[in-house]
């Protein structure tokens, strides 16, 4: 059995971004194969049938779906800490990321799908409240960050950070740099936006707000409102 370990991802993915991430936290030692996701090999379904990114073959099985692969990255290395002990805690950190994801996330490909500018307004206000839920959620964890948990970066913000990174570079650019009035209002959100977006492991595994930007104008033909 090879000792390889093969990391499945593509730059433009956040989801792939997630394990990349978590795989630098724990310095896993990865070869990485990019897939370009408009023209997949027809190899990939033998090491994901359901050919999405990410994937990691490792120990000769195969292993998909980015949530599954960031808990697998705290269950190699846990002295890393990237999920705490505390079985109440890991359940806040589960719960943050599935909150950003159903009120955050889904609002973002929401308004990228039907990109009007009369539609800004109510995009913003839908992440006015849902920012001002996280700071709530955030304050009961520590009073400052920069991460969720306060000095210790952990899945929380593994899971979050690509997609905050990416809706950050088309807030900047294609929202002519709209303001989420959250931001500015609570401490803590704006401390924990900049802090797991300014995360090494985050930073150094991002492709940039330029290729995000262009691949969101070229995918949906998008350009600024």
Request: charged share 25%; net charge negative; with cysteine.
């Amino acid at each position: 059995m090879s000792d390889k370990i093969v990391f499945y991802t593509a730059k433009i993915c956040p989801f792939a971004h997630r394990a990349d991430i978590a795989f630098r936290e724990i310095g896993l030692d990865v070869e990485k194969v990019e897939i370009d996701l408009s023209n997949k090999p027809s190899w990939y379904k033998d090491v994901n049938p359901e050919t999405k990114v990410p994937a990691l073959t490792i120990q000769g099985k195969s292993i998909a779906e980015s949530l599954v692969l960031i808990e697998l990255a705290n269950d190699l290395k846990p002295e890393a800490g990237l999920l705490p002990s505390d079985p109440v805690t890991r359940a806040q950190i589960r719960f943050v990321i599935e909150y950003f994801s159903s009120k955050v996330t889904s609002a973002w490909y929401s308004f990228l799908r039907d990109f009007k500018k009369e539609n800004l307004k109510n995009y913003l206000d839908a992440l006015d409240a849902a920012y001002t839920r996280i700071n709530d959620l955030l304050l009961e964890q520590a009073s400052t960050g920069p991460y969720f948990l306060g000095s210790q970066f952990s899945l929380a913000d593994v899971a979050i950070a690509p997609f905050l990174i990416r809706q950050e570079a088309s807030r900047k650019e294609l929202f002519k740099d709209a303001q989420i009035e959250a931001f500015t209002k609570y401490p803590r959100v704006k401390e924990w936006v900049e802090g797991i977006t300014s995360r090494p492991s985050v930073k150094d595994s991002y492709p940039g707000d330029d290729y995000i930007n262009d691949s969101f104008k070229n995918k949906w033909g998008l350009s600024s409102l």
